[in-house]
């Protein structure tokens, strides 16, 4: 497994941007496909998206395309989600996530929770109105 820790959440209002990054541990980082979920209060996990090894495609919730963009740096180990026009109901706890290692061949973006193996603790992003 490997070790997934969140930083950049916060307080914004309705139309602000803020960055997610997500650092990863180990050597494996660059074998794994990363997604980005989220949970707002009295609901289930969503998926918001997600993005292969290399960084070079990605896959979005149809809630936030077009404004939210996830990127990926290997050299540093770091995923990040980057929240532009931020909304009140993008309120949540968000979440990065590790898919298992793979050294070849690729695979569809995950966009359910129990593709993942490995997860953050979460950072809190709260959009006012």
């Known amino acids: 497994q490997v070790h997934l820790v969140e930083s950049g959440g916060g307080l914004v209002q309705a139309g602000g941007s803020l960055r997610l990054s997500c650092v990863a541990s180990?050597?494996?980082?660059?074998?794994?496909?990363m997604g980005w979920f989220r949970r707002a209060p009295g609901k289930e996990s969503e998926f918001v998206g997600a993005?292969?090894?290399?960084?070079?495609?990605?896959s979005y919730a149809d809630s936030v395309k077009g404004r939210f963009t996830i990127s990926r740096d290997n050299a540093k180990n770091t995923v990040y989600l980057q929240m532009n026009s931020l909304k009140p109901e993008d309120t949540a706890v968000y979440y990065c996530?590790?898919?298992?290692?793979?050294?070849?061949?690729?695979?569809?973006?995950?966009?359910?929770?129990?593709?993942?193996?490995?997860w953050g603790q979460g950072t809190q992003v709260t959009v006012s109105s």
């Open positions: 180990g050597s494996t980082f660059s074998g794994r496909a």
């Open positions: 996530a590790a898919r298992p290692f793979r050294l070849f061949g690729s695979v569809a973006h995950g966009t359910s929770p129990s593709e993942y193996v490995s």
């Open positions: 993005i292969n090894r290399s960084g070079d495609s990605t």
